[in-house]
């Protein structure tokens, strides 16, 4: 035995060496997963990432949103409307969120007042937009005030049936209620989006909502305010 391994003793040593490598490759790769998977879930933690949400045709009632939060639930109001600017691409605007789903910021603040706006970190990238840059959405200007990301647009499709992200044409953005309210009449603006995001808080299950909300009765007749 001792014979052979002299013998041999580079292809043994070799052999180990690979052995060694791939260990460490399989043991690096399980760590990093890992890492990244717990990474994620402190950040849709802190961030109140949602239990699930719901698109309508016209907004809940007072009464009906306080029938869901004596459940026990948080909603919020995750409205949006696309807006479309000079070179064609799309912002998804949303007004500032304070409860799910909240905006983490690489750099920058919120867009606390009239004129600042927050933009996607993956559309900034590829406009080469960078904090205290002008962004022009219909006749106003508006000064990037941050840059970042919300959990519910990790992967920033523009719709469920896209198979692939292109950040140069789509994007999410984050603007003071004010400034939403006053976009979503420019003719640049689409329809708007109806949409309530819920936390369960662990007090009914995501079917037990669903079938309450079901059971609202809901106007679909009713025409809304622009």
Do not use: W
């Not at 007004?95 to 004129?115: C, F, P, Q, W, Y």
Request: net charge negative; proline share 2%.
């Amino acid at each position: 035995m001792r014979r052979d391994i002299k013998k041999n003793f580079f292809r043994y040593f070799a052999l180990f060496l690979l052995i060694a490598v791939c260990m460490f490759l399989v043991v690096a790769i399980v760590d990093s997963a890992y890492s990244i998977i717990e990474g994620t879930k402190e950040l849709q933690n802190k961030t109140h990432l949602e239990d699930c949400q719901v698109t309508l045709f016209n907004p809940f009632t007072p009464e009906e949103i306080k029938a869901i939060e004596d459940k026990g639930v948080t909603v919020e109001s995750h409205t949006s409307f696309d807006y479309t600017l000079e070179d064609d691409s799309v912002l998804r605007i949303f007004a500032n969120r304070e409860k799910i789903d909240l905006v983490t910021l690489d750099e920058g603040k919120e867009a606390a007042s009239h004129g600042e706006i927050v933009l996607l970190n993956r559309y900034a990238a590829e406009k080469n937009i960078k904090i205290g840059d002008t962004i022009k959405l219909g006749d106003e200007e508006y000064i990037v005030s941050g840059i970042g990301s919300s959990a519910d647009y990790d992967a920033p499709y523009r719709k469920i049936s896209d198979t692939s992200i292109d950040s140069s044409v789509f994007g999410t953005a984050f603007v003071c209620e004010q400034d939403y309210n006053l976009l979503k009449k420019d003719k640049h603006a689409g329809s708007e989006d109806v949409t309530y995001a819920f936390l369960l808080n662990d007090s009914i299950t995501s079917d037990e909502l669903k079938q309450m909300i079901k059971d609202f009765d809901f106007d679909y007749k009713k025409v809304d305010d622009p």
